[in-house]
C-alpha cells in the first residue's frame, strides 16, 4: 500500500503563488524513483483533470496547456516527495489538487494510468 498525503493548499489572491507538496510512504512502497508522479485537480461539478506530470528521474515534464509557463513541477527522490509550484494563479485554478503516483518510470497524463491517489489538498484562487 502507498500513501499519497499532500499539502500547501490554501486561499490566495489571483497572480499568487502556492507551492504544494506530495509526500509518499507505505510499507510496501519500494523505491520512491521507481514511479513517475502527477498532479490533477477537480473543480466542482467538473472531472478531475491533469495538470502536470514528472519522469522517475525528473528529467522530462509535462503540463496541460492551461498551466503551461505557469506552473513547475519538480520531485526530490531522497525526500520521496513531488512539488508543484504554481504562480500566476487565476480564478479558474481553483479546485482540489490531487497527488497521483503510477508504476511505472515514465510520465502519464490520463486518471487511469496511476495507481495510487492522495485525498487532495483545496486551492482557491479570489478574484
Known amino acids: 500500500q502507498v500513501q499519497l498525503v499532500e499539502s500547501g493548499g490554501g486561499l490566495v489572491q489571483a497572480g499568487g503563488s502556492l507551492r504544494l507538496a506530495c509526500a509518499a510512504s507505505?510499507?510496501?512502497?519500494?523505491?520512491?524513483?521507481?514511479?513517475?508522479m502527477g498532479w490533477f485537480r477537480q473543480a466542482p461539478g467538473k472531472e478531475r483533470e491533469f495538470v502536470a506530470a514528472?519522469?522517475?528521474?525528473?528529467?522530462?515534464?509535462y503540463y496541460a496547456d492551461s498551466v503551461k509557463g505557469r506552473f513547475t513541477i519538480s520531485r526530490d527522490n531522497t525526500k520521496n516527495t513531488v512539488y508543484v509550484q504554481m504562480n500566476s494563479l487565476k480564478p479558474e485554478d481553483t479546485a482540489v489538487y490531487y497527488c497521483?503516483?503510477?508504476?511505472?518510470?515514465?510520465?502519464?497524463?490520463?486518471?487511469?494510468?496511476?495507481?495510487?491517489w492522495g485525498q487532495g489538498t483545496q486551492v482557491t484562487v479570489s478574484s
Open positions: 507505505g510499507r510496501t512502497f519500494s523505491t520512491f524513483s521507481t514511479y513517475a
Open positions: 514528472i519522469i522517475w528521474s525528473g528529467a522530462r515534464t
Open positions: 497521483a503516483a503510477k508504476r511505472a518510470t515514465g510520465g502519464a497524463t490520463r486518471t487511469s494510468d496511476y495507481d495510487y
